[in-house]
């Protein structure tokens, strides 16, 4: 099968955030059995290298140059043009300004020239660059969506994470209307848990919902061969994401604090590429260190005592958490944090959603070896038995392939 695989975030390495570990990972799985061209958009800091190795996991990797944020227009002028835009189109501006009119008139030119049999959107974003029309020309076309831009809204609003609650009042409206008129595009649509599938089924309407879950690699995450002890905790994710933001703040600002009040020397390790202004300035609180991004996250994850994950806002399996579970790393977190994942009987990870629960769940696995030894090994067996990226890649590939061996089945 000939796949189009479009992808406005460059999806290498694939250390950098969620949205590049979920496309390359299943972007690799797919090129085992099928013939897919990678269209995608490259931003300054992209190197010939990375752009090399990428290239050999795919039969045609076509780059374009990324849209810089200044695209969106500055100052209140801009801000109001912006609105009016969104208002007017349908389309939000953190997804209408990755559209390029270079990289649509290639795909226009791809699809029209009958190089594909199915496409994939990786991320709900890039649906800017599917026309209604390629359902005509291909039999399925895929949205992998990541994570809802309504949802997220009204998550962040509810939570008080929202950075202009007025404005965004005034989308979540839109945002909705927006969802659901990119849905009727798709033959299918892809989330990531079951909470997503009860949240998108008013939106999907009649097009297919599926669950396809994140995995690990085993490989780049292996068992720990031994604990650290101490009182050291890490938090890991891409550090410009408002939601680990949001988490990063929140765990420097207020689970630290009275933490450290038990436990004077514990130390906190905000690992992740790109920290913000914000992120980085929490360096200076006693007991935080701002890592940026490190060679390795693994290492970082083995010397650590805890791994806590108390995410406030956002939708999915969380990366972050099954990447520390797989590299034995006990897990404090919280219900968004380990949403999708069967971790209360057995016992897998401890759940926390207060500052109070944090600071006595932590303090627990602090003083009892035994404990985390037991949410270690029982960790690593859910990744091993539910969560690695070949088990995902298969349940994906089956999903692209659905419509159209369907089609091939019931021709019209």
Request: proline residues 7%; contains cysteine; aromatic residues 8%.
């Amino acid at each position: 099968m000939r796949i189009l695989m479009i992808s406005a975030t460059f999806p290498y390495p694939p250390t950098l955030g969620g949205t590049q570990i979920r496309t390359f990972y299943l972007l690799k799985h797919l090129s085992q059995t099928h013939e897919v061209t990678l269209v995608t958009q490259r931003s300054p800091e992209v190197t010939d290298d990375e752009v090399a190795t990428l290239s050999t996991y795919v039969a045609k990797l076509v780059c374009f140059p990324r849209p810089t944020a200044a695209a969106l227009g500055p100052g209140p002028v801009g801000k109001v043009s912006r609105f009016a835009r969104f208002v007017a189109t349908g389309t939000p501006p953190s997804t209408a300004y990755l559209h390029t009119p270079a990289m649509q008139r290639w795909i226009d030119a791809w699809v029209e020239a009958g190089h594909c049999d199915a496409i994939t959107c990786e991320h709900s974003v890039n649906e800017v660059f599917v026309r209604p029309s390629y359902r005509q020309r291909v039999q399925t076309v895929v949205v992998d969506i990541h994570s809802s831009l309504y949802g997220t809204l009204v998550n962040q609003l509810e939570t008080g994470a929202a950075e202009k609650p007025r404005r965004d009042r005034l989308n979540l409206p839109l945002l909705r209307r927006y969802e659901r008129r990119y849905a009727q595009k798709f033959t299918d649509l892809v989330i990531t848990t079951e909470e997503d599938r009860q949240f998108f089924a008013p939106v999907a309407g009649g097009t297919p919902l599926h669950v396809v879950p994140n995995g690990v690699d085993l490989v780049q995450f292996p068992y720990r061969s031994t604990d650290p002890g101490g009182h050291s905790l890490v938090f890991v994710g891409a550090m410009d994401y408002i939601a680990n933001v949001d988490t990063a703040k929140f765990l420097a600002h207020d689970i630290l604090p009275p933490l450290r009040q038990r436990y004077p020397d514990a130390t906190l390790y905000l690992v992740g590429n790109k920290p913000t202004a914000e992120v980085q300035a929490l360096g200076n609180l006693p007991g935080v260190r701002v890592t940026g991004r490190v060679p390795s996250v693994a290492e970082y994850l083995h010397r650590a005592t805890v791994c806590v994950v108390p995410m406030r806002i956002g939708f999915g399996i969380k990366n972050k958490t099954l990447e520390a579970m797989a590299a034995g790393v006990p897990v404090v977190a919280s219900d968004r944090g380990l949403e999708g994942l069967a971790v209360d009987q057995p016992q897998r990870a401890l759940r926390a959603n207060s500052v109070a629960e944090y600071v006595e769940a932590i303090g627990q696995l602090f003083e009892q070896p035994d404990r985390r030894a037991t949410l270690s090994a029982r960790g690593r067996e859910l990744i091993e038995t539910s969560f690695t990226w070949e088990r995902a890649g298969q349940a994906y590939a089956a999903v692209v392939a659905g419509s159209l061996e369907q089609s091939c089945m019931n021709p019209a």
